[in-house]
């Protein structure tokens, strides 16, 4: 059983609009990554936060943006939509210093129309 | 730049028929190769972390072997249940914490 819980599971939106994703983390997982996952591709690295400041970030727009707040609990959030934002958002953890093994939830599926 | 490929893209076999999935990959630096199983609507499992080439790893099944260009997963005599896709991914050194190059994954199906 996964110990990364995101909200919500599905969600549609319309080009434009803005949206947030949330992730809750394991106790202790103070490290957290934000994947995109487009249909039939591999995972796609988005940002990652350490105690409360990102600390990595990929090829993505800054309409990206995060926050990770003190109760191991993350937010994604993406302004001005774009039809090829849909996709499946993965949060992934780990506890600081872990640098394999580390769980990822069950993701949001975005679509944008 | 960092890359990771995978095949064959999609895989069919049989039960307790043996195959391999391979994974290249080109890296500044490899600080680790990952394999994750992808059940369908859910989010990467973890399988296995090679660090340097020779290493070999295995859970039931599933064997992972890393070279300095590429790694192969091994499954044998699969069962339905092994139907997935699994991804490879590889952490450069340069890169911090959970930044990971994923490859696209190979879709395995296993019949009855």
């Known amino acids: 059983e996964t110990g990364v819980t995101q909200s919500p599971t599905h969600l549609i939106k319309t080009r434009g609009q803005q949206v947030t994703l949330r992730c809750s983390s394991q106790?202790?997982?103070?490290?957290v990554s934000w994947y995109q996952q487009a249909l039939g591709q591999g995972p796609q690295f988005i940002f990652q936060?350490?105690?409360?400041?990102?600390?990595g970030r990929g090829n993505f727009p800054p309409r990206f943006s995060g926050l990770q707040f003190p109760n191991y609990s993350s937010e994604l959030n993406v302004n001005a939509l774009e039809l090829d934002d849909s996709a499946l958002y993965l949060c992934?953890?780990?506890?600081?210093?872990?640098?394999?093994?580390?769980?990822f939830g069950s993701g949001t599926r975005l679509t944008v129309v | 730049e960092d890359q990771v490929t995978q095949s064959p893209e999609a895989l069919r076999l049989q039960e307790g028929e043996s195959s391999s999935l391979n994974c290249s990959y080109t890296?500044?630096?490899?600080?680790?190769l990952f394999w994750y199983r992808q059940d369908p609507g859910k989010g990467p499992e973890f399988l296995f972390t090679?660090?340097?080439a020779g290493e070999e790893k295995e859970k039931e099944r599933l064997k992972a072997t890393l070279t300095k260009k590429e790694s192969f997963l091994h499954i044998t005599a699969p069962k339905p249940e092994d139907s997935a896709t699994y991804l490879c991914?590889?952490?450069?050194?340069?890169?911090?914490?959970?930044?990971?190059?994923f490859g696209p994954g190979t879709r395995l199906s296993v019949l009855p």
């Open positions: 992934a953890s780990s506890p600081t210093g872990v640098f394999h093994g580390y769980t």
């Open positions: 106790s202790g997982h103070n490290t």
């Open positions: 936060y350490y105690r409360e400041e990102e600390n």
């Open positions: 890296v500044s630096g490899l600080r680790g």
């Open positions: 090679l660090y340097s």
């Open positions: 991914a590889v952490q450069p050194h340069k890169s911090y914490g959970q930044n990971f190059v």
